[in-house]
């Protein structure tokens, strides 16, 4: 496929921005990316008046909530979230629900221009609820990664997480990366025990799987004790993403720069169910030389996009940056739009392991990207194309989205969804959850 007179935005330091650009996909890859491309036996397509990017990155979503949507949108705190969807809800989901609610968020996510996410499958309770939610990312056409942790509260097998090699085994060698399997794991033991906290078993797991892990519920003090007790250990790293990241000490970001550890930030989350101080910590982030990737979360209170993620934390930083000198003669330090959607693609690649792999329009990388249209009533006309698509743009406007070199959504559709039958199985899922708790 040619696409032909877009403007790409490649995101790849190297080649910039093309204002009248061709990006040339042979099989899964990005073959070329310049002006004026010749090519023979191409399936062309008219790109004019379109922004090309590479798809999006999602570092965290907690994908099997999805059928119970805004089901709590003014959520009091993280316990108000922590008792009804983790305590009440979890324990009573079937590997059909988990399928259910990872498949609509996959779908979503592709919908919206994301093409990789990674689920932060925290209700692995058996070895069927964990297949049924890789089988749900799989069969969307994400590429996708699997972050699989035992859940907090309720019964469950305790095969987690010695069921991680079976996994391994039986999908992430042999899916041509279009699943790459993780851990997932809590900082500390005080929301569910030490069974679920980053330390040097779990460290041990990944190294002998070769894997990495992603640590969620990084906050304030208790958390930068453990980020301190982990570079004792030699357990920060690459390979390790801290997500959140609120509320940390200088020295635990200190060490987490210096150690190259990555970073998930959740913008509307931090915020709107206020953990630690509220405010997404891209200041220390940046501060520590992190640039971060970000992330959706919990649907159950938030959106589900990432346009709603990149303006959030646009805005947030730079109101914060103007307010911390309001008054005086010093100059405020701002992120800008080509900020914002540098840390939801490219460093949300590195931040899941696939730097390599996606994340920018590069030749050799595989073509994961999305086609904005810059000429419908919200977006024309294209001034500023990262601009355009930071804080103009939404789903409504993503023509297609092509992961792997597959389309997944082609003018404006999302491609093998059976949304009549996707919509009874999630409103069934839905009802079955509320009915069991007699909600």
Not at 353 to 380: F, R
Request: glycine share 8%.
């Amino acid at each position: 496929m040619l696409f032909t007179n877009a403007t790409v935005v490649t995101m790849d330091p190297d080649i910039g921005i093309l204002e009248h650009g061709d990006v040339l996909v042979e099989g899964e890859t990005i073959a070329a990316v310049r002006p004026s491309l010749d090519v023979e036996d191409a399936v062309v397509i008219d790109a004019t008046g379109t922004v090309i990017t590479p798809g999006f990155v999602d570092t965290h979503r907690h994908a099997w909530q999805s059928q119970l949507r805004r089901i709590m949108p003014d959520v009091d705190d993280l316990l108000g979230y922590v008792t009804a969807t983790l305590a009440e809800y979890a324990p009573l989901y079937s590997a059909e629900d988990m399928y259910v609610g990872t498949r609509l968020a996959a779908l979503s996510a592709i919908d919206s221009g994301i093409t990789c996410m990674l689920d932060f499958s925290h209700n692995s309770r058996s070895q069927e609820h964990s297949d049924a939610a890789i089988e749900a990312l799989l069969s969307s056409g994400l590429r996708g990664v699997h972050a699989s942790m035992g859940p907090h509260f309720g019964t469950w097998d305790r095969q987690w997480p010695k069921d991680l090699a079976r996994l391994k085994d039986k999908y992430a060698d042999s899916s041509q990366e279009m699943l790459t399997l993780r851990i997932g794991a809590l900082a500390t033991e005080e929301i569910a025990g030490a069974a679920l906290a980053y330390g040097p078993d779990l460290a041990l797991v990944a190294e002998e799987l070769d894997i990495g892990v992603s640590v969620d519920a990084v906050f304030g003090p208790a958390s930068s004790r453990a980020v301190q007790a982990w570079a004792r250990q030699s357990l920060l790293g690459p390979r390790l993403t801290l997500i959140h990241a609120t509320g940390l000490t200088d020295e635990a970001w200190r060490l987490v720069g210096a150690s190259g550890t990555t970073v998930s930030l959740a913008p509307t989350s931090d915020a709107q169910i206020g953990l630690e101080t509220a405010i997404p910590a891209v200041d220390e982030a940046l501060a520590a030389g992190v640039r971060p990737g970000l992330s959706i979360d919990v649907e159950v209170a938030l959106a589900g996009d990432m346009f709603t993620q990149m303006r959030a934390l646009h805005t947030v930083q730079r109101m914060r940056a103007v307010n911390s000198v309001y008054g005086t003669e010093t100059v405020p330090a701002r992120i800008g739009v080509h900020d914002v959607l540098d840390f939801a693609t490219l460093q949300g690649a590195r931040t899941n392991g696939l730097g390599e792999v996606t994340g920018s329009l590069s030749p050799g990388k595989k073509a994961d990207l999305q086609v904005v249209s810059a000429e419908e009533l919200n977006n024309m006309p294209l001034n500023d194309p990262v601009g355009t698509v930071v804080l103009g743009a939404d789903a409504r406007n993503i023509t297609a989205v092509l992961v792997n070199g597959e389309p997944r959504k082609w003018n404006g559709q999302v491609l093998d969804a059976d949304l009549v039958t996707l919509r009874e199985q999630v409103h069934d899922s839905r009802d079955r959850l509320l009915a069991r708790t007699a909600r």
